[in-house]
């Protein structure tokens, strides 16, 4: 039986003992009686209605926790690209916006240099083996630039990376040391800077890829 109904007909047998109680003994001795025993089953119903709240608690905390971990793993998971381990694009379009931001505030520059392998043989080479030489591109680009740079994968074989505090001919510093390193594929590169561009930080990337591209159809005509 539910509690509440329990409570309900514990006190409506108390009153009907009572009563029986005061026709045969007295009804001081009887309301007496009642009113303790009445008493004490509020008393265990407050305790009843206490002790699953308090037993949820711990429960819904932990519950939430739970849930806040699992949010927070899933968003580690998401920011990366699983196969070269380098950021995604979405994340590092978001954090362009921030260091925008920052460079505005203090009259930084920011490079965004887009890195695209020209030459890439597969040849004989499994999916997997593909998979695994693509993220050691990715590595050794990541290598190159300094700690508080970004890198991000954009597609196999080609890097997004934020320069922060970096000007145009820092950059083109950072492109030779790149190329210079990923020889083997011989790498175009393009590059775009903020605030000079003068387009939306996360347009940025795009712009980049755009004048590698450019200069690769280049590399193609001469």
Same mark, same amino acid.
């Given at each position: 039986?539910?509690?509440?109904?329990?409570?309900?007909?514990?006190?409506?047998?108390?009153?009907?003992?009572?009563?029986?109680?005061?026709?045969?003994?007295?009804?001081?001795?009887?309301?007496?009686?009642?009113?303790?025993?009445?008493?004490?089953?509020?008393?265990?119903?407050?305790?009843?209605?206490?002790?699953?709240?308090?037993?949820?608690?711990?429960?819904?905390?932990?519950?939430?926790?739970?849930?806040?971990?699992?949010?927070?793993?899933?968003?580690?998971?998401?920011?990366?690209?699983?196969?070269?381990?380098?950021?995604? &694009?979405?994340?590092?379009?978001?954090?362009?916006?921030?260091?925008?931001?920052?460079?505005? &505030?203090?009259?930084?520059?920011?490079?965004?240099?887009?890195?695209?392998?020209?030459?890439?043989?597969?040849?004989?080479?499994? @999916?997997?083996?593909?998979?695994?030489?693509?993220?050691?591109?990715?590595? &050794?680009?990541?290598?190159?630039?300094?700690?508080?740079?970004?890198?991000?994968?954009? @597609?196999?074989?080609?890097?997004?990376?934020?320069?922060?505090?970096?000007?145009?001919?820092?950059?083109?510093?950072?492109?030779?040391?790149?190329?210079?390193?990923?020889?083997?594929?011989?790498?175009?590169?393009?590059?775009?800077?903020?605030?000079?561009?003068?387009?939306?930080?996360?347009?940025?990337?795009?712009?980049?890829?755009? &004048?590698?591209?450019?200069?690769?159809? @280049?590399?193609?005509?001469?």
């Amino acid at each position: 039986m539910p509690k509440p109904y329990l409570f309900v007909a514990i006190v409506a047998l108390s009153v009907v003992a009572g009563g029986l109680a005061g026709a045969a003994f007295g009804w001081m001795l009887a309301v007496a009686t009642t009113v303790g025993f009445v008493g004490a089953q509020v008393l265990m119903w407050l305790k009843w209605v206490a002790m699953p709240v308090e037993a949820a608690v711990p429960a819904t905390t932990d519950k939430v926790l739970n849930l806040m971990e699992r949010s927070n793993e899933q968003r580690r998971v998401s920011m990366r690209d699983e196969s070269t381990g380098l950021l995604n &694009r979405w994340y590092l379009e978001k954090r362009l916006d921030e260091e925008s931001a920052r460079c505005k &505030r203090y009259g930084y520059s920011m490079s965004v240099v887009v890195l695209k392998a020209a030459i890439v043989n597969t040849q004989g080479v499994s @999916a997997e083996g593909w998979q695994v030489e693509s993220a050691t591109a990715a590595y &050794r680009c990541a290598q190159v630039v300094r700690n508080v740079d970004l890198s991000a994968s954009l @597609a196999p074989f080609e890097f997004a990376l934020c320069l922060v505090h970096c000007d145009g001919e820092g950059a083109q510093r950072a492109i030779d040391r790149l190329t210079a390193e990923l020889s083997e594929y011989e790498c175009t590169a393009g590059v775009s800077v903020f605030p000079e561009d003068d387009c939306q930080p996360k347009a940025m990337i795009e712009l980049a890829r755009v &004048r590698s591209r450019k200069v690769q159809q @280049a590399q193609l005509g001469a």
